[in-house]
Nanobody
Framework: QVQLVESGGGLVQAGGSLRLSCAAS????????MSWFRQAPGKEREFVAA????????NYADSVKGRFTISRDNAKNTVYLQMNSLKPEDTAVYYC??????????????????WGQGTQVTVSS
């Protein structure tokens, strides 16, 4: 069973930065499409960013374009989300997700097979 573990969340002031990490266990991490979703209190889960298995294609929500960067290191079985210029509206639990044998960078939660437990990001004014 594939297991995803997020880390790097915390409390930061508006305008600051955080880097989230998602460490994956499993035999074929390099073939997984990886993504980040987030869910704020009282709101639906929303897409944040995705990266193809080869790392050559990325996809971002309009709300984070130019501020967030997704990357991966297949040798370390890890995907990252660098978050800059953070805003209070970025406050949410951030979830890592993986699509087995994925070929694209889907924005839809239903595309993904495995999910982490989430890490809290809180941005204060």
């Amino acid at each position: 069973q594939v297991q995803l573990v997020e880390s790097g969340g915390g409390l930061v002031q508006a305008g600051g930065s955080l880097r989230l990490s998602c460490a994956a266990s499993g035999r074929t991490f390099s073939t997984y499409t990886m993504s980040w979703f987030r869910q704020a209190p009282g709101k639906e889960r929303e897409f944040v960013a995705a990266i193809s298995w080869g790392g050559g294609t990325t996809n971002y929500a309009d709300s984070v374009k130019g501020r967030f960067t997704i990357s991966r290191d297949n040798a370390k079985n890890t995907v990252y989300l660098q978050m800059n210029s953070l805003k209070p509206e970025d406050t949410a639990v951030y979830y890592c997700a993986a699509e087995r044998n994925g070929y694209g960078t889907s924005r839809y939660a239903s595309s993904y097979d495995y999910w982490g437990q989430g890490t809290q990001v809180t941005v204060s004014s």
